[in-house]
Nanobody, 120 residues
Framework: QVQLVESGGGLVQPGGSLRLSCAAS????????MGWYRQAPGKQRELVAI???????NYVDSVKGRFTISRDNAKNWVFLQMNSLKPEDTAKYYC??????????????WGKGTLVTVSS
Protein backbone atom coordinates (compact mmCIF):
# COMPACT_ATOMS: atom_id res chain seq x y z
CA GLN A 1 0.00 0.00 0.00
CA VAL A 2 2.65 2.51 1.04
CA GLN A 3 6.38 2.43 0.49
CA LEU A 4 8.78 4.52 2.52
CA VAL A 5 12.33 4.74 1.22
CA GLU A 6 14.87 6.36 3.53
CA SER A 7 18.31 7.67 2.66
CA GLY A 8 21.05 9.84 4.09
CA GLY A 9 22.37 7.88 7.04
CA GLY A 10 26.03 7.19 7.61
CA LEU A 11 29.07 7.78 9.78
CA VAL A 12 29.80 11.32 10.93
CA GLN A 13 32.11 12.88 13.49
CA PRO A 14 30.73 14.63 16.57
CA GLY A 15 29.66 18.13 15.64
CA GLY A 16 28.95 17.13 12.07
CA SER A 17 25.73 17.16 10.07
CA LEU A 18 23.59 14.73 8.14
CA ARG A 19 20.33 15.07 6.24
CA LEU A 20 17.89 12.20 6.20
CA SER A 21 15.31 11.89 3.46
CA CYS A 22 12.22 9.73 3.16
CA ALA A 23 10.13 9.32 0.03
CA ALA A 24 6.57 8.12 0.54
CA SER A 25 4.52 6.58 -2.22
CA UNK A 26 1.40 4.50 -2.52
CA UNK A 27 -2.24 4.37 -3.39
CA UNK A 28 -3.61 6.32 -0.47
CA UNK A 29 -5.93 9.23 0.00
CA UNK A 30 -3.57 11.45 1.96
CA UNK A 31 -0.37 11.55 3.93
CA UNK A 32 -1.03 13.26 7.20
CA UNK A 33 1.69 13.59 9.85
CA MET A 34 5.18 12.50 8.81
CA GLY A 35 8.11 12.05 11.10
CA TRP A 36 11.20 10.29 12.31
CA TYR A 37 11.74 7.87 15.14
CA ARG A 38 15.04 6.40 16.29
CA GLN A 39 16.15 3.37 18.20
CA ALA A 40 19.57 2.99 19.77
CA PRO A 41 20.94 -0.43 20.76
CA GLY A 42 19.32 -1.60 23.97
CA LYS A 43 16.86 1.28 24.06
CA GLN A 44 13.24 1.79 23.16
CA ARG A 45 12.24 3.49 19.95
CA GLU A 46 11.57 7.18 20.52
CA LEU A 47 9.97 9.94 18.51
CA VAL A 48 12.59 12.38 17.26
CA ALA A 49 10.49 14.82 15.27
CA ILE A 50 7.12 15.00 13.57
CA UNK A 51 5.48 17.43 11.18
CA UNK A 52 1.81 17.74 10.28
CA UNK A 53 0.48 18.35 6.79
CA UNK A 54 -0.02 21.96 7.85
CA UNK A 55 3.61 22.34 8.88
CA UNK A 56 3.35 22.20 12.67
CA UNK A 57 6.36 20.50 14.20
CA ASN A 58 7.28 18.77 17.43
CA TYR A 59 10.68 17.58 18.62
CA VAL A 60 12.04 15.49 21.44
CA ASP A 61 13.81 17.78 23.89
CA SER A 62 17.24 16.28 23.25
CA VAL A 63 17.32 17.45 19.61
CA LYS A 64 15.64 20.84 19.88
CA GLY A 65 17.80 23.53 18.34
CA ARG A 66 19.93 20.97 16.48
CA PHE A 67 17.49 19.06 14.25
CA THR A 68 14.98 20.46 11.79
CA ILE A 69 12.17 18.49 10.19
CA SER A 70 10.58 19.58 6.92
CA ARG A 71 8.42 18.10 4.19
CA ASP A 72 7.54 18.50 0.55
CA ASN A 73 3.80 17.92 0.37
CA ALA A 74 3.74 17.90 -3.44
CA LYS A 75 6.26 15.05 -3.64
CA ASN A 76 5.47 13.34 -0.31
CA TRP A 77 8.97 13.65 1.05
CA VAL A 78 10.01 14.26 4.63
CA PHE A 79 13.47 15.42 5.66
CA LEU A 80 15.45 15.59 8.87
CA GLN A 81 18.38 18.00 8.95
CA MET A 82 20.64 17.00 11.82
CA ASN A 83 23.31 19.44 12.94
CA SER A 84 25.75 19.43 15.86
CA LEU A 85 25.47 15.68 16.06
CA LYS A 86 26.47 13.95 19.28
CA PRO A 87 27.50 10.35 19.95
CA GLU A 88 24.20 9.87 21.77
CA ASP A 89 22.39 10.53 18.49
CA THR A 90 23.74 7.23 17.21
CA ALA A 91 20.74 5.06 16.32
CA LYS A 92 18.72 3.60 13.53
CA TYR A 93 16.35 6.25 12.27
CA TYR A 94 12.94 5.26 10.96
CA CYS A 95 10.63 7.23 8.74
CA UNK A 96 7.02 7.23 9.97
CA UNK A 97 3.85 8.25 8.20
CA UNK A 98 0.26 8.59 9.32
CA UNK A 99 -1.99 8.20 6.31
CA UNK A 100 -5.63 7.98 5.31
CA UNK A 101 -6.38 5.15 2.91
CA UNK A 102 -8.72 5.51 -0.04
CA UNK A 103 -11.28 3.65 2.08
CA UNK A 104 -11.10 6.44 4.63
CA UNK A 105 -9.40 4.27 7.22
CA UNK A 106 -6.34 5.60 9.01
CA UNK A 107 -3.15 3.59 8.84
CA UNK A 108 0.43 4.20 9.94
CA UNK A 109 3.53 3.02 8.11
CA TRP A 110 7.22 2.62 8.95
CA GLY A 111 10.31 2.62 6.81
CA LYS A 112 13.05 0.01 7.19
CA GLY A 113 15.40 2.46 8.84
CA THR A 114 18.71 4.10 8.10
CA LEU A 115 21.69 3.90 10.43
CA VAL A 116 23.29 7.04 11.82
CA THR A 117 26.60 6.63 13.64
CA VAL A 118 28.25 9.58 15.36
CA SER A 119 31.80 8.74 16.31
CA SER A 120 35.32 10.08 16.08
Amino acid sequence: QVQLVESGGGLVQPGGSLRLSCAASGNIFSFNAMGWYRQAPGKQRELVAIITSGGSTNYVDSVKGRFTISRDNAKNWVFLQMNSLKPEDTAKYYCYVESTLVTGAPMNFWGKGTLVTVSS
